[in-house]
């Protein structure tokens, strides 16, 4: 029997009472969680998984991935109307969503987010329906020479992103860079940076970073700045649905734009180790230099083509991540490790014969995906209207509301008050960058994807016995060294070409 026939039964199998429930109780539970700073998916499965022990292995995993693809859908609420990423994944939503909330634009920027994350989702399944184990063959190619190359690619796209001043954009890179290192050496074991505090042998820790970046930066702000919350008086009684749609020519000319981004993160996601953080991380890099609407990215005014892409490719990146967990075995994510304990814990060993001898199950997951993305779809559309109520509180009110919910969600990354002082140092640096333009984007990029290049070098590096050469040997590597070294001599090419121009004319 084909894909296609086994699909239908697995739809068929997820659609039963018992799945089924369990499909749009994950969903909306994984939406809750998303929005709610600090939790995150894996959290959220990870308080919920004794809890599925009880549970037939088919609803339970169901549940479970259900909480994984709806946090990606509710992390863009937060990161929209407070400027608070739910998830890491949602911080380039952040970047973008935010402003178009100030100005007004709050209802569209929501939609666009849960059509974006629709389409992502749904090009996910797809790919993990006609080809899971293909697919996975082909992110098994990618070794640690392969992913520094990757990762180094990606690290070009900084220069994207320094804007009108390149040297505050440097100093925002370098800051990345350095609070990166703090920790213990992946490689050696060495401690780096930790100033004899036992604190900072786990490094710094992403979520409290982000939250007082982009969140309790915002409560400095609207502390000394009564404006900051224009968006409110714009939101006069109760929001009509259709306020938050977009025009149909915008959505036509978004369509294509979530399918390349989707495409992407499809293919970061299933990188064993990558997620849906770096994989909205480079789909907005790449947004950043090839959309048309470019030159609006990045700035006060938002841009629903920001939001778009970094919500299509980490929800693309949420569903890419199973195709390894299910294909070999391979974690895809931190979540998807989560879901592997769960797996054996039910007796079920993921890997090439897990398609074999148990079908029915992977099917019916496969199956719920489709079922649960169109749940989500709803249901976060018809939140939209209540949820922008948030906008109407002023800013007196707002404030210590934020405020709790920056501490609360920094405390629930791993119950330390020590994230809790990380986010509000981060959030007076955060205050600091934004009284002075600096760019806080530079900063998450190098944070995020410094470690990864570091440790993926070192890998390559020791395996070749230290030779360089290896980036040029494997074929996949060079083809990225090739493109880096492209990526950056282009502005320099394309200056002397300009003034070539000049003195002709």
Known sequence: MGNFGL???????????????????GGVLGIFVGAMP?????????????????MNPSAA????????????????????????????????????????????????????????????????????????????????KFGPA?????????????????????????????????????????????????????????????????????????????MGDEGTMEAANQYKGRLRYKDCFLPGKQVLRLVPQCVRDAVLGEFIGFLPG?????????SYMV??????????????????????????????????AFVPLLSFGIPGSSTTAVLLGGLMAWGLTPGPLLFQDQPQFVWSLIGSMYIGNVLCLIFGILCIPFIISLLKIPNKIMAPIVAVVCIVGAYATNNSMFDVWVMLVSGVIGYIFNKHKIPAAPLVLAFVLAPI????????????????????????????????????????????VKKGKKKES
């Not at 090839?290 to 693309?316: H, L, P």
Request: hydrophobic share 50%; glycine share 12%; charged share 10%.
């Open 7 to 25: 699909l239908f039964q697995g739809l068929a199998s997820a659609a039963t009472p018992m799945n089924l429930l369990s499909c749009i109780l």
């Open 38 to 54: 600090g939790i995150g998916s894996v959290s959220g499965c990870s308080l919920l998984l004794p809890i599925t022990y009880k």
């Open 61 to 140: 995993i169901i549940m479970l991935a259900g909480i994984y693809y709806g946090n990606m859908y509710g992390g863009a609420y937060s990161a929209i109307l407070l400027n608070i990423p739910g998830d890491s994944p949602a911080v380039c939503t952040a970047l973008e969503g935010y402003p178009l909330s100030r100005n007004g634009k709050a209802g569209k920027a929501l939609f666009t987010a849960n059509m974006a994350s629709f389409i992502g989702g749904t090009i996910g399944i797809i790919f993990l329906t006609l080809g899971g184990p293909l697919l996975a063959k082909v992110a098994l």
């Open 146 to 222: 392969e992913t520094a190359a990757l990762v180094l690619f990606a690290l070009t796209s900084i220069g994207w992103m320094l804007g009108d001043s390149p040297a505050k954009g440097l100093i925002a890179t370098g800051l990345g860079v350095i609070l990166s290192t703090i920790g213990v050496d992946q490689s050696s074991g060495a401690f780096r940076y930790t100033f004899g505090n036992v604190n900072f042998l786990a490094g710094i820790q992403f979520v409290p970073l982000v939250i007082g970046m982009f969140g309790f930066s915002q409560v400095l702000i609207m």
């Open 274 to 282: 990558a997620g849906g953080t770096s994989a909205s991380l480079i």
């Open 287 to 320: 947004e950043r230099k090839i959309n048309r609407n470019k030159a609006n990215m990045g700035t006060d005014q938002g841009t629903y083509e920001g939001v778009a892409a970094s919500e299509a490719a980490n929800n693309a990146a949420a569903v890419g």
């Open 453 to 496: 290049f570091e440790l993926k070098t070192r890998q390559a590096l020791e395996i070749s016995r230290c030779n360089p050469v290896v980036f040029l040997t494997h074929p996949i590597a060079c083809v990225f060294v090739v493109l880096t070294l492209v990526m950056l001599l282009f502005p320099v090419v394309s200056k002397l």
